[in-house]
């Protein structure tokens, strides 16, 4: 019989099939154009549901796929076989789900789709013009199925830009984790602070716990009145109850948290502190429902620093060589730049060259404010990685970049930029390249990486 996929780039084509259908068209406002149902009619006529496992769900406005990985690896750390769902990706699709970090294998991927696509078939052949199955949809359908396989026992999942209508988070999650909650989105999430809160909020499911880093007193209430409104116990982390930045280590950072001590976290980014301390918080939750090491128990403690410091997250204030030193990361508006910047203060030697590929939809400008107060020189680039994107024209990109640094130039791809940017660097310099995660995959295949497992 012949196989229906003969590659990943076919099983891909066929997952965005039904969304390529409205021709890329803006969508409106989630509430009106998101359905869950054709994901929920999959997962039960596949009984997709059925095996006892512990989920949790994250999702905020940053810092919720780092959150998301943090907890994956604790958990693994105490013994737990962990799924992970993840996106965006950077290099395959098959990034998205893992098993104890490691990738879904290509065949795997194959297999279980070819199984799951009759029934695919039938459900998109009963939708109209307006509706379609969305991607996530089949992916978590996809991954619940090899999970199934793998025997994963607790599973941590990403939810996209929502929470309420977002196919991720239909499954029974009994955590709920809350990064920070700002703007974001507003044409599909709301114009409101309170509103995107309301999305996201739609993660707390009937009796579950849901924790939250500080927000807005606006969020919180939100929040708040969701799990009133399902018995479901919410608590915010305190100001006070933050883990707190303690210096820097040749690879990463080091933060004081409670019981754990000083602990390190295999991560550059400053703001790590605060995805790491809900994921400590939200793996307590999740390890007390499963069996394994006591809460309590010094094998807990040293479980929960080992898991920090095995922390494997590409493409997040990454350094990719040194001399010159090379820093990835995928900032695309001003606060992201700005925090990624002041977290490589002491790592960062002159001269200082920055590259830039940030699409016009994004804060493009913010970036190039940023970086253009931190270096000595800056390269804006392009990807034709996702031909949806769409960069600022050249001459406009270079008229606001030089607004903040004097010298200036573009390139078309990223290869180009990075050839000049070494160059001008020597090496003894630093080189930052910030921008889209297209631009990010850009330079993990430049040097050569693989991420199939973190």
Same mark, same amino acid.
């Given at each position: #019989? =012949?196989?229906?996929?003969a590659?990943?780039?076919?099983?891909i084509?066929?997952?965005f099939?039904?969304?390529?259908?409205?021709?890329?068209?803006t969508?409106?406002p989630d509430?009106?154009?998101r359905?869950? +149902?054709?994901?929920?009619?999959?997962?039960?006529?596949?009984?997709?549901?059925?095996?006892?496992?512990?989920?949790?769900? !994250?999702?905020? +406005?940053?810092?919720?796929g780092?959150?998301?990985?943090?907890?994956?690896?604790?958990?693994?750390?105490l013994g737990?076989t962990?799924?992970l769902? =993840?996106?965006p990706?950077?290099v395959?699709?098959?990034?998205?789900?893992?098993v104890n970090?490691?990738?879904?294998?290509e %065949?795997?991927?194959?297999r279980?789709?070819?199984?799951?696509a009759?029934t695919i078939? =039938?459900?998109?052949?009963?939708l109209n013009?307006?509706? &379609?199955?969305?991607p996530?949809?089949i992916?978590l359908?996809?991954a619940?199925?090899?999970f199934d396989?793998?025997?994963?026992?607790?599973? #941590?999942?990403?939810?996209?830009?929502?929470g309420?209508?977002?196919?991720?988070?239909?499954? %029974?999650?009994?955590l709920?984790?809350?990064?920070?909650? #700002?703007?974001?989105?507003?044409?599909?999430?709301?114009? =409101?602070?309170?509103r995107?809160?309301?999305?996201?909020?739609g993660i707390?499911?009937?009796?579950?716990?849901?924790?939250s880093?500080?927000?807005?007193?606006?969020?919180?209430?939100v929040?708040?009145?969701?799990?009133d409104?399902?018995?479901a116990?919410?608590?915010?982390i305190?100001?006070n109850?933050? $883990?707190?930045?303690?210096?820097?280590?040749?690879? $990463?950072?080091? #933060?004081?948290? $409670?019981r754990?001590?000083?602990?390190?976290?295999s991560? @550059?980014?400053?703001y790590?502190?605060?995805?790491a301390?809900?994921?400590?918080q939200?793996?307590?939750n999740?390890?007390?429902?499963?069996? $394994?090491?006591?809460?309590?128990? %010094?094998? &807990?403690?040293?479980?929960?620093r080992?898991?920090l410091?095995?922390?494997?997250?590409?493409?997040? @204030?990454?350094?990719?060589?040194?001399?010159?030193?090379?820093?990835?990361?995928g900032?695309?508006?001003?606060?992201?730049a700005r925090l990624?910047?002041?977290?490589?203060?002491?790592?960062?030697?002159d001269?200082?060259i920055g590259?830039?590929g940030?699409?016009?939809?994004?804060?493009?400008?913010? !970036?190039?404010t940023?970086?253009?107060?931190?270096?000595?020189?800056?390269?804006?680039?392009?990807?034709t990685?996702? !031909?949806?994107?769409r960069?600022?024209?050249?001459?406009?990109?270079?008229?606001?970049?030089r607004r903040?640094?004097?010298d200036?130039?573009?390139?078309k791809?990223l290869?180009?930029?990075?050839?000049?940017?070494?160059?001008?660097?020597? +090496?003894?310099?630093?080189?930052?390249?910030?921008?889209?995660?297209?631009?990010v995959?850009?330079?993990i295949?430049?040097?050569?990486?693989?991420?199939?497992?973190?």
């Amino acid at each position: #019989m =012949t196989n229906r996929f003969a590659n990943e780039s076919e099983a891909i084509a066929y997952i965005f099939r039904s969304l390529r259908k409205l021709g890329g068209k803006t969508r409106g406002p989630d509430e009106l154009t998101r359905d869950v +149902s054709p994901t929920l009619t999959l997962l039960k006529t596949h009984n997709l549901l059925r095996r006892p496992r512990q989920y949790g769900v !994250v999702t905020g +406005s940053k810092g919720k796929g780092s959150t998301t990985v943090i907890a994956a690896r604790l958990l693994e750390q105490l013994g737990h076989t962990v799924g992970l769902i =993840t996106s965006p990706h950077l290099v395959t699709y098959r990034e998205r789900i893992r098993v104890n970090g490691r990738a879904i294998p290509e %065949p795997d991927l194959l297999r279980i789709l070819e199984e799951l696509a009759p029934t695919i078939d =039938t459900i998109e052949a009963g939708l109209n013009d307006q509706q &379609y199955f969305s991607p996530q949809g089949i992916f978590l359908a996809i991954a619940l199925r090899w999970f199934d396989e793998q025997g994963v026992n607790a599973a #941590m999942l990403e939810v996209g830009r929502g929470g309420r209508f977002d196919d991720i988070a239909v499954v %029974p999650n009994r955590l709920a984790l809350f990064t920070p909650i #700002m703007l974001e989105h507003t044409e599909h999430l709301g114009e =409101t602070l309170e509103r995107i809160a309301w999305h996201k909020a739609g993660i707390i499911k009937p009796h579950c716990y849901a924790y939250s880093v500080p927000q807005a007193p606006e969020v919180l209430a939100v929040l708040q009145a969701e799990a009133d409104a399902q018995d479901a116990e919410f608590a915010w982390i305190a100001p006070n109850d933050m $883990g707190q930045y303690r210096g820097q280590t040749e690879n $990463g950072i080091l #933060m004081e948290l $409670g019981r754990y001590g000083v602990v390190e976290i295999s991560l @550059l980014g400053r703001y790590q502190v605060a995805n790491a301390t809900l994921a400590v918080q939200g793996v307590g939750n999740m390890h007390s429902r499963l069996p $394994g090491i006591s809460h309590g128990a %010094p094998a &807990y403690v040293e479980a929960i620093r080992a898991g920090l410091k095995r922390v494997n997250w590409p493409g997040r @204030l990454q350094k990719l060589q040194d001399r010159p030193a090379v820093y990835l990361d995928g900032a695309i508006n001003a606060e992201s730049a700005r925090l990624a910047a002041q977290s490589l203060e002491g790592r960062l030697t002159d001269p200082i060259i920055g590259i830039i590929g940030v699409p016009e939809d994004k804060d493009y400008l913010g !970036v190039y404010t940023e970086l253009g107060l931190v270096c000595d020189a800056l390269i804006l680039t392009e990807t034709t990685r996702n !031909v949806t994107l769409r960069f600022p024209e050249r001459e406009r990109a270079l008229a606001a970049a030089r607004r903040f640094n004097n010298d200036v130039t573009h390139t078309k791809t990223l290869d180009a930029a990075v050839d000049l940017a070494l160059e001008r660097a020597g +090496s003894d310099g630093t080189v930052l390249i910030f921008g889209t995660q297209s631009i990010v995959a850009d330079a993990i295949q430049r040097w050569n990486l693989s991420y199939e497992v973190i």
